[in-house]
């Protein structure tokens, strides 16, 4: 017969095996991710702005930037903006460039969009916080009513509601959402970290007045 006090215990580790049995094994995390995607429409703009997700230890765009850029990439060859401007002040690789620099030379290098048609933005590497000084240095130059705001799906909604928050109607375009299609349970753990991450960053951003959920 087993002691009062390990029923408890037991009790635990069978909630934690069926919960990670979900985790891995159910859709549970691609349906707590859809809610975060915003995919507007692009229309035809005069700015893409795309927001960095990182580089490696090499200097070497990260996968989820790759992505974004890609879809940035795409939006410029169909017409639906003449600039981009590559957003991120994490610093990185032997040069010490900024993601946002190691962004534009991915561009120029491998995507071969004319260096006068990119701008960088370096100064902060916190999503509002780019947001903000991004409009403060660009917003007389620029109408971003009329740019386009690129990213990982998972970070649109954010995005969006951040520039709602700033009277900013530009539309949010969604990159690619591979992560929908984990193909093995270890990605879609992965993926389930970071829809916790992103639901924690929302409310945060939401308690510290960066922007309404409604």
């Not at 009062?4 to 635990?12: C, D, E």
């Not at 370096?122 to 903000?132: M, Q, V």
């Not at 705001?149 to 909604?157: A, E």
Request: net charge positive; proline share 6%.
């Amino acid at each position: 017969m087993l002691k009062p006090a390990v029923k408890p215990v037991i009790g635990l580790i069978i909630a934690l095996n069926i919960g990670a049995i979900i985790i891995l094994f159910s859709p549970l995390t691609e349906t707590l991710y859809r809610p975060l995607i915003v995919d507007e429409p692009p229309g035809h703009g005069e700015l893409i702005v795309i927001f960095s997700a990182g580089v490696y230890a090499n200097g070497f765009p990260g996968f989820r930037t790759m992505v974004r850029l890609r879809k940035g990439v795409d939006l410029y060859r169909q017409g639906a903006g003449g600039k981009i401007l590559t957003l991120g002040g994490g610093w990185q690789g032997k040069n010490g460039d900024s993601y946002a620099e190691i962004m534009a030379k991915e561009l120029v290098d491998y995507h071969h969009i004319p260096e006068k048609n990119l701008l960088t933005h370096s100064e902060t590497s916190h999503t509002y916080d780019d947001i903000t000084s991004m409009l403060k240095r660009f917003g007389s130059q620029f109408d971003f009513n009329r740019a386009i705001f690129v990213s990982s799906s998972y970070h649109t909604y954010r995005i969006k509601r951040i520039l709602l928050k700033k009277a900013i109607s530009g539309p949010v375009v969604s990159a690619e959402p591979y992560e929908l299609n984990p193909r093995s349970p270890v990605e879609r753990l992965e993926l389930f970290k970071e829809v916790c991450r992103e639901y924690i960053a929302v409310v945060y951003s939401w308690l510290a007045g960066w922007l309404d959920l409604t």
